[in-house]
């Protein structure tokens, strides 16, 4: 069983991942990652519902969080984790000009995609940005970065001084029925619009690559988009989680290859990390 934990500019995802099984999982805000105890208790929490673990893994877009929970992995299983990166064994071939720049999370969201049988996908990962990127031929190409919808209305917001602030992720109805009232009109241009940039980039993208392989959906408004999408688009909320596993699965450490080395939780001897 291998501790995921993906490092999102909105949230920390945490659970452990055997196999396409996902067990259990906590969230925690980025912005709480400075404090040591709440990063501890959450690992806590997840490596409870399991007797052992084997390794971890990290995937982060925010490196300053990396380091505090890297550290509290390490105190709470006796070794740190891997930390994803383009120089890792992965499912597919980076065919992109920059590696480096590529984001750890459209990595492990292409490889929860396409895991060790497929060869093709398109995969969308609906978040604080949505990133709609493309494998072909076991190559990851590359893709297409927007704003999501969170980031469109602060923009607005931001940007014109008439326009009240909205939080997307609070809203009640994320495709309001009517758009007679201001913050009706922006939550639609905010949904719309990601759903029209989502749809016309996957059109692109098929064109670029002269095919049109299986769509993957996943990230925190995922959910949300995806009931304005096409049904035969798949929405995946544990595409990253498994991800991480098949990477992991991949670049299995010298440690990780000695039983005797195996990392187990106890229960008795947890203590959470301060500062």
Known sequence: MILTVDIG??????????????????????KRCENAVAVSDMIRRVTSTVLSIDRAILSSVVPRATVT??????????????????NMRL????AVSDPPQVGADRLCAAAGAVGSKRRNAIVIDAGSAITIDVVR???????????????????LHTYA???PAIDYSASDAHFPKTFDTTRTAMTLGAGLGSVGVIREAVRFLEK???????KY?????????????????????????RGLYVIASLNRRQSDRDPKARRTTNRQTEKPVTT
């Not at 929970?69 to 383009?86: D, F, H, W, Y």
């Not at 499912?91 to 980076?94: D, H, K, N, S």
């Open 9 to 30: 500019n909105s949230y920390v995802k945490c659970a452990v991942v055997d196999g396409e099984r996902v067990i259990g999982g906590e969230h925690l805000e980025t």
């Open 69 to 86: 929970i890297s550290r509290a992995i390490e105190l709470q299983l006796g070794a740190g984790p891997m930390v994803v990166n383009c």
């Open 91 to 94: 499912p597919f071939r980076l």
């Open 137 to 155: 031929d076991k190559e990851f190409r590359g893709g297409i970065i927007a704003a999501g919808p969170a980031i469109a209305l602060v923009a």
């Open 161 to 163: 001084s008439q326009l």
């Open 208 to 214: 670029v690559v002269g095919m049109s392989p299986r």
């Open 217 to 241: 959906i996943t990230g925190g408004f995922g959910g949300v988009l995806s009931s304005h999408l096409p049904e035969s688009w798949r929405f995946e909320p544990d595409l990253t989680r």
